[in-house]
Protein backbone atom coordinates (compact mmCIF):
# COMPACT_ATOMS: atom_id res chain seq x y z
CA UNK A 1 0.00 0.00 0.00
CA UNK A 2 1.18 3.41 -0.75
CA UNK A 3 2.24 5.86 1.47
CA UNK A 4 1.71 8.98 -0.14
CA UNK A 5 2.87 12.26 0.59
CA UNK A 6 2.56 13.00 3.86
CA UNK A 7 3.61 16.12 6.76
CA UNK A 8 6.75 16.48 5.74
CA UNK A 9 9.39 16.17 8.45
CA UNK A 10 11.99 17.84 7.84
CA UNK A 11 9.51 21.16 8.44
CA UNK A 12 9.28 20.02 12.16
CA UNK A 13 11.99 22.28 14.45
CA UNK A 14 12.09 22.04 18.19
CA UNK A 15 8.56 22.12 19.88
CA UNK A 16 7.87 25.00 22.08
CA UNK A 17 4.57 25.30 23.26
CA UNK A 18 1.79 24.00 21.81
CA UNK A 19 2.18 23.65 17.76
CA UNK A 20 3.49 26.99 17.13
CA UNK A 21 7.49 26.71 16.34
CA UNK A 22 9.83 28.82 15.01
CA UNK A 23 13.55 27.77 13.56
CA UNK A 24 16.02 31.05 13.79
CA UNK A 25 18.81 30.77 11.40
CA UNK A 26 21.84 32.71 11.57
CA UNK A 27 24.59 33.90 9.42
CA UNK A 28 28.45 34.64 10.74
CA UNK A 29 29.38 38.66 10.50
CA UNK A 30 33.28 37.47 9.96
CA UNK A 31 33.88 41.89 9.93
CA UNK A 32 32.32 42.68 12.94
CA UNK A 33 33.05 39.22 14.73
CA UNK A 34 29.01 38.54 15.50
CA UNK A 35 26.23 36.66 14.72
CA UNK A 36 23.62 38.25 12.97
CA UNK A 37 20.25 37.17 12.33
CA UNK A 38 19.38 35.93 8.52
CA UNK A 39 15.34 34.77 9.15
CA UNK A 40 13.62 32.82 10.69
CA UNK A 41 10.97 29.74 9.81
CA UNK A 42 7.70 29.81 11.65
CA UNK A 43 5.61 26.78 11.50
CA UNK A 44 1.78 26.22 12.35
CA UNK A 45 -0.36 22.67 13.08
CA UNK A 46 -3.15 20.89 13.51
CA UNK A 47 -5.38 19.85 16.38
CA UNK A 48 -3.45 16.51 15.14
CA UNK A 49 0.04 18.01 14.65
CA UNK A 50 -0.07 17.98 11.16
CA UNK A 51 2.16 21.35 9.26
CA UNK A 52 -0.48 23.41 7.92
CA UNK A 53 1.49 26.49 7.92
CA UNK A 54 5.00 27.63 7.16
CA UNK A 55 6.06 31.43 7.13
CA UNK A 56 10.08 32.90 6.54
CA UNK A 57 10.49 35.99 8.15
CA UNK A 58 13.86 38.21 6.92
CA UNK A 59 14.88 41.58 9.04
CA UNK A 60 14.85 44.53 7.70
CA UNK A 61 17.97 46.43 6.34
CA UNK A 62 18.16 48.31 9.88
CA UNK A 63 17.70 44.64 11.83
CA UNK A 64 14.86 46.16 13.60
CA UNK A 65 11.78 44.58 12.44
CA UNK A 66 10.89 41.21 11.41
CA UNK A 67 9.33 41.21 7.46
CA UNK A 68 7.06 38.66 6.18
CA UNK A 69 8.74 36.96 2.70
CA UNK A 70 7.21 33.72 1.72
CA UNK A 71 4.25 31.36 3.09
CA UNK A 72 3.35 27.62 2.58
CA UNK A 73 0.40 26.59 3.44
CA UNK A 74 -0.67 22.68 3.40
CA UNK A 75 -4.20 20.69 3.10
CA UNK A 76 -4.53 17.52 3.62
CA UNK A 77 -7.56 14.31 3.17
CA UNK A 78 -8.90 12.52 5.45
CA UNK A 79 -6.16 9.78 5.28
CA UNK A 80 -3.90 12.36 6.05
CA UNK A 81 -2.38 12.98 2.96
CA UNK A 82 -1.47 15.91 1.45
CA UNK A 83 -3.78 17.21 -1.45
CA UNK A 84 -2.63 20.99 -1.40
CA UNK A 85 0.72 22.43 -1.09
CA UNK A 86 0.27 26.52 -2.02
CA UNK A 87 2.86 29.04 -1.92
CA UNK A 88 2.50 33.14 -1.40
CA UNK A 89 4.40 36.18 -1.94
CA UNK A 90 4.26 38.81 0.88
CA UNK A 91 3.07 41.74 -0.99
CA UNK A 92 4.64 44.65 1.24
CA UNK A 93 2.97 47.81 0.19
CA UNK A 94 -0.80 45.62 0.55
CA UNK A 95 0.79 43.84 3.32
CA UNK A 96 -1.18 40.59 2.27
CA UNK A 97 0.01 37.54 1.09
CA UNK A 98 -0.48 37.10 -2.36
CA UNK A 99 -0.85 33.26 -4.49
CA UNK A 100 2.16 32.19 -6.72
CA UNK A 101 2.33 28.32 -7.02
CA UNK A 102 -0.49 25.40 -6.15
CA UNK A 103 0.59 21.73 -6.54
CA UNK A 104 -2.66 19.49 -6.00
CA UNK A 105 -2.29 15.64 -5.23
CA UNK A 106 -4.49 12.76 -6.10
CA UNK A 107 -4.47 9.51 -4.89
CA UNK A 108 -5.72 6.27 -5.19
CA UNK A 109 -7.52 3.92 -3.01
CA UNK A 110 -3.80 2.08 -2.06
CA UNK A 111 -3.08 5.72 -1.36
CA UNK A 112 -0.46 5.98 -4.21
CA UNK A 113 -0.07 9.61 -6.21
CA UNK A 114 -1.63 9.20 -9.46
CA UNK A 115 -2.07 12.57 -10.42
CA UNK A 116 -0.31 15.67 -10.29
CA UNK A 117 -0.94 18.95 -10.71
CA UNK A 118 0.59 22.38 -10.94
CA UNK A 119 -1.61 25.82 -11.13
CA UNK A 120 0.08 29.42 -10.86
CA UNK A 121 -2.19 32.88 -9.36
CA UNK A 122 -3.56 35.01 -11.72
CA UNK A 123 -3.49 38.41 -9.76
CA UNK A 124 -5.07 40.37 -12.05
CA UNK A 125 -8.36 37.70 -12.27
CA UNK A 126 -7.65 36.89 -9.05
CA UNK A 127 -8.19 32.84 -10.05
CA UNK A 128 -6.11 29.91 -10.10
CA UNK A 129 -4.75 28.82 -13.56
CA UNK A 130 -3.36 25.85 -14.72
CA UNK A 131 -0.06 25.01 -15.64
CA UNK A 132 0.44 21.18 -16.42
CA UNK A 133 -0.37 18.00 -14.79
CA UNK A 134 1.03 14.51 -14.37
CA UNK A 135 -0.96 11.57 -14.33
CA UNK A 136 0.14 7.97 -13.41
CA UNK A 137 -0.59 4.26 -14.34
CA UNK A 138 0.29 2.02 -11.70
CA UNK A 139 0.33 -1.81 -10.76
CA UNK A 140 -0.90 -2.13 -7.76
CA UNK A 141 0.19 -5.70 -7.41
CA UNK A 142 4.08 -5.37 -7.69
CA UNK A 143 6.13 -3.26 -4.82
CA UNK A 144 8.62 -0.91 -6.16
CA UNK A 145 10.53 -2.67 -3.45
CA UNK A 146 10.44 -5.55 -5.73
CA UNK A 147 11.71 -3.35 -8.50
CA UNK A 148 15.38 -2.74 -9.59
CA UNK A 149 14.96 0.98 -10.84
CA UNK A 150 17.49 3.09 -11.82
CA UNK A 151 18.99 6.15 -9.80
CA UNK A 152 16.79 10.01 -9.50
CA UNK A 153 13.83 7.20 -11.08
CA UNK A 154 11.25 9.39 -8.58
CA UNK A 155 11.70 12.41 -10.51
CA UNK A 156 9.97 13.63 -13.67
CA UNK A 157 11.48 16.74 -15.45
CA UNK A 158 9.11 19.14 -16.71
CA UNK A 159 9.87 22.16 -19.23
CA UNK A 160 7.30 24.89 -17.95
CA UNK A 161 8.05 28.90 -19.19
CA UNK A 162 11.71 28.07 -20.54
CA UNK A 163 12.44 26.62 -17.43
CA UNK A 164 13.12 22.99 -16.07
CA UNK A 165 11.11 21.98 -13.30
CA UNK A 166 12.31 18.61 -11.24
CA UNK A 167 8.85 17.03 -10.18
CA UNK A 168 9.44 14.37 -7.19
CA UNK A 169 6.92 11.75 -7.14
CA UNK A 170 5.91 9.17 -3.95
CA UNK A 171 4.88 5.71 -5.45
CA UNK A 172 5.05 2.46 -3.81
CA UNK A 173 3.93 0.23 -6.76
CA UNK A 174 5.39 -0.33 -9.89
CA UNK A 175 4.69 2.40 -13.12
CA UNK A 176 3.14 1.45 -15.86
CA UNK A 177 3.61 4.79 -17.92
CA UNK A 178 3.31 8.24 -16.56
CA UNK A 179 1.85 11.03 -18.96
CA UNK A 180 2.27 15.06 -18.72
CA UNK A 181 -0.60 17.08 -19.85
CA UNK A 182 0.16 21.04 -20.95
CA UNK A 183 -2.36 23.64 -20.97
CA UNK A 184 -3.36 24.86 -24.59
CA UNK A 185 -3.30 28.65 -24.26
CA UNK A 186 -6.14 29.46 -26.98
CA UNK A 187 -8.28 26.78 -25.50
CA UNK A 188 -7.46 26.82 -21.83
CA UNK A 189 -7.60 23.29 -22.15
CA UNK A 190 -5.15 20.17 -21.43
CA UNK A 191 -3.63 18.59 -23.99
CA UNK A 192 -1.28 15.60 -23.98
CA UNK A 193 2.35 16.67 -24.68
CA UNK A 194 4.12 13.58 -24.10
CA UNK A 195 3.65 10.22 -22.47
CA UNK A 196 6.32 7.89 -20.75
CA UNK A 197 6.00 4.24 -20.82
CA UNK A 198 8.42 2.10 -18.31
CA UNK A 199 9.28 -1.57 -19.57
CA UNK A 200 11.18 -3.95 -17.16
CA UNK A 201 13.03 -6.75 -17.69
CA UNK A 202 11.97 -10.52 -16.82
CA UNK A 203 12.59 -11.13 -13.40
CA UNK A 204 16.48 -11.67 -12.37
CA UNK A 205 16.74 -14.36 -9.71
CA UNK A 206 19.34 -13.41 -7.03
CA UNK A 207 21.65 -16.73 -5.60
CA UNK A 208 22.04 -15.43 -2.28
CA UNK A 209 25.08 -16.26 -0.39
CA UNK A 210 27.43 -17.75 -3.68
CA UNK A 211 29.30 -20.60 -2.57
CA UNK A 212 30.35 -22.37 -5.68
CA UNK A 213 33.71 -24.30 -6.92
CA UNK A 214 36.10 -22.58 -9.35
CA UNK A 215 37.70 -25.95 -10.18
CA UNK A 216 37.79 -29.35 -8.09
CA UNK A 217 40.31 -27.63 -5.83
CA UNK A 218 39.17 -24.30 -5.37
CA UNK A 219 35.25 -23.30 -3.34
CA UNK A 220 34.79 -19.44 -3.30
CA UNK A 221 32.18 -17.89 -1.35
CA UNK A 222 31.21 -13.97 -1.98
CA UNK A 223 28.85 -12.74 1.19
CA UNK A 224 26.17 -11.46 1.36
CA UNK A 225 23.93 -11.84 -1.68
CA UNK A 226 21.63 -9.00 -1.74
CA UNK A 227 24.99 -6.72 -0.72
CA UNK A 228 24.25 -4.36 2.26
CA UNK A 229 27.51 -2.30 2.90
CA UNK A 230 30.42 -4.88 3.03
CA UNK A 231 30.70 -8.08 1.50
CA UNK A 232 33.15 -10.69 1.97
CA UNK A 233 35.07 -13.02 -0.46
CA UNK A 234 36.67 -16.18 0.89
CA UNK A 235 38.83 -18.39 -1.55
CA UNK A 236 39.09 -21.89 0.07
CA UNK A 237 42.29 -23.43 -2.18
CA UNK A 238 45.82 -22.21 -2.98
CA UNK A 239 46.07 -19.81 -5.24
CA UNK A 240 48.86 -17.05 -6.20
CA UNK A 241 46.80 -14.24 -7.07
CA UNK A 242 42.88 -13.28 -7.43
CA UNK A 243 40.98 -10.18 -8.37
CA UNK A 244 37.61 -9.05 -7.96
CA UNK A 245 35.74 -7.04 -11.06
CA UNK A 246 32.72 -5.50 -10.65
CA UNK A 247 30.48 -3.78 -13.16
CA UNK A 248 27.68 -1.86 -13.49
CA UNK A 249 24.20 -2.53 -15.65
CA UNK A 250 25.73 -0.67 -18.59
CA UNK A 251 29.14 -2.85 -18.26
CA UNK A 252 31.18 0.31 -16.92
CA UNK A 253 34.18 -1.73 -14.53
CA UNK A 254 33.20 0.47 -11.46
CA UNK A 255 35.39 -1.82 -8.92
CA UNK A 256 38.87 -3.93 -9.31
CA UNK A 257 39.91 -5.00 -6.30
CA UNK A 258 43.17 -6.94 -5.47
CA UNK A 259 41.72 -9.98 -3.06
CA UNK A 260 42.86 -11.24 -0.05
CA UNK A 261 41.69 -13.92 1.46
CA UNK A 262 38.63 -13.99 4.14
CA UNK A 263 38.94 -9.98 3.80
CA UNK A 264 35.50 -7.48 3.57
CA UNK A 265 35.49 -4.80 0.78
CA UNK A 266 33.27 -1.57 1.34
CA UNK A 267 30.15 -1.54 -1.16
CA UNK A 268 28.93 1.56 0.69
CA UNK A 269 29.51 3.93 -2.52
CA UNK A 270 27.89 1.91 -4.78
CA UNK A 271 24.62 2.64 -5.80
CA UNK A 272 21.28 -0.01 -4.93
CA UNK A 273 20.41 -2.17 -8.25
CA UNK A 274 21.99 -4.96 -10.05
CA UNK A 275 25.66 -5.82 -10.72
CA UNK A 276 27.91 -8.21 -12.81
CA UNK A 277 31.06 -9.41 -11.29
CA UNK A 278 34.12 -11.10 -12.41
CA UNK A 279 36.32 -13.15 -9.86
CA UNK A 280 40.06 -14.18 -11.69
CA UNK A 281 41.78 -16.67 -9.48
CA UNK A 282 45.40 -17.27 -11.49
CA UNK A 283 43.22 -17.08 -14.58
CA UNK A 284 40.82 -18.76 -14.05
CA UNK A 285 37.15 -17.08 -14.08
CA UNK A 286 34.19 -16.83 -12.02
CA UNK A 287 31.70 -14.62 -12.71
CA UNK A 288 28.01 -13.51 -11.90
CA UNK A 289 24.90 -11.23 -10.16
CA UNK A 290 25.41 -9.34 -7.23
CA UNK A 291 22.27 -6.93 -5.96
CA UNK A 292 23.08 -3.67 -3.62
CA UNK A 293 19.43 -3.16 -1.13
Known amino acids: MGTGLKAPETHRPMTLTGNENRNISYSWDSENNKWDTSYFHEYKYDSTNKLIEVIVYSPTYKMDEWVPGDKLEYKYDANGLITEIISYWYDDDKEIFIGNAKHAYNYDIANNVIQFNSSK ?144 YSMSDIQTGLYSYKLNVDGKIKSGKLQKR
Open 121 to 264: WDEEEEVWVDLYKIVYTLDNKISSNDLINPADFDEVDVFEMNRELHIEFDVDVKILDYSVYAIDEKSEEFFLWEKHTLYYSEEITVIENSNENIDNNTTIKILPNPIDEYISITINGDYNSATFELFNAQGVKIKNIEVSNSQT
